[in-house]
């Protein structure tokens, strides 16, 4: 939610910008009186040298902030274990014995007509909501990338190198993601599928 909030002040920003100065060349375009005080004007040369300054202070603060906030580690409820592999993802819950599974995209001609083509999955990744979820991510054979959009998540899966994400889902839904990292011949076919369900579903699944 904080990205999509600092998304849209970005693009506010960027909107008035953009109307400001297209204004101005469009201005300039169709008047032909010339201002003799805009063609050497010490003041106005200061004005936008110093203003885009406070602009791009504007839109760093919340951004550095957001970054941040991305890398706080919690203390999380549950771990999940995340393996890259051509072309497919493994997932490994810690924290129970012998939960682990593949997870494969299912190929458009098997799919039916309620599944998301090209982004569903035989097995998908079940989270409770309300939960601090921790990932290790890492690959088995190439590089990949986790990469789910929806909860302000992404990491490289390196062979040999495990690295971590935390994220936190506030509500009941699917998640889609794929790999994000060119990682061979069926890269686009290896999608993420995350269901957040309440607490008591969880613990019957």
Not at 148 to 167: E, M, S, W
Request: aromatic fraction near 14%.
């Amino acid at each position: 939610e904080q990205l999509i909030f600092f998304h849209d002040h970005s693009m506010t920003i960027l909107i008035l910008i953009i109307t400001i100065v297209g204004y101005n060349l469009i201005s300039t375009y169709t008047n032909t009186n010339i201002d003799q005080h805009m063609l050497e004007s010490q003041p106005l040369e200061l004005f936008w040298t110093i203003v885009p300054s406070f602009i791009l202070v504007f839109i760093g603060l919340p951004s550095i902030r957001l970054l941040y906030l991305l890398d706080e580690v919690y203390q999380p409820s549950i771990t999940i274990k995340t393996i890259g592999h051509q072309w497919y993802w493994s997932y490994e819950y810690s924290d129970f014995l012998n939960l682990e599974f593949d997870s494969y995209m299912i190929p458009s001609n098997e799919s039916e007509n309620l599944n998301f083509r090209l982004l569903d999955v035989d097995n998908r990744t079940v989270i409770p909501f309300n939960t601090q979820v921790r990932t290790l991510i890492s690959a088995a054979d190439v590089l990949h990338s986790w990469t789910v959009p929806a909860l302000g998540v992404k990491a490289d899966a390196v062979p040999g190198r495990l690295n971590q994400v935390n994220f936190y889902s506030n509500r009941p839904g699917l998640f889609f993601g794929q790999c994000s990292e060119i990682c061979g011949a069926n890269h686009s076919f290896m999608p993420i599928s995350i269901e957040s369900v309440p607490p008591s579903i969880f613990i019957k699944w």
